[in-house]
């Protein structure tokens, strides 16, 4: 911690910093949506519980009409990555 510290007041001579740059969420299509969610298994009301966001949120998702915006496009990329991180943090 010190060495964060330190950094943060202008001596980067005891860390080394590497760029990262993170890439966009992807974009989710209703049907992809729908199979995730079947993955894990849920309802869309259990997984829009998880998200965060209303069950008509989820529905309107899966019907097409609208599309997950950046915070749970990022969540959907990390549930469809492995399933069981979001059966770990329900229990």
């Known amino acids: 911690m010190q060495e964060v510290m330190q950094y943060a ?10 760029p990262y740059q993170i890439q ?7 049907k992809e ?3 995730i969610r079947e993955q894990i298994p849920a309802t869309q009301r259990v997984l ?3 998200l965060s966001v209303s069950p008509r949120t989820v ?5 097409d009409r609208t599309e ?5 496009r990022r969540l959907l990329q990390l549930i469809e990555k ?10």
């Open 9 to 18: 007041k202008g001596d980067s001579s005891k860390v080394s910093v590497e």
């Open 24 to 30: 966009d969420a992807p974009h989710f299509h209703a």
């Open 33 to 35: 949506i729908k199979h």
């Open 48 to 50: 829009a519980h998880y």
């Open 59 to 63: 529905e309107s998702w899966e019907a």
């Open 68 to 72: 997950p915006n950046g915070s749970s």
């Open 82 to 91: 492995d399933p069981k991180l979001i059966m770990e943090f329900s229990k």
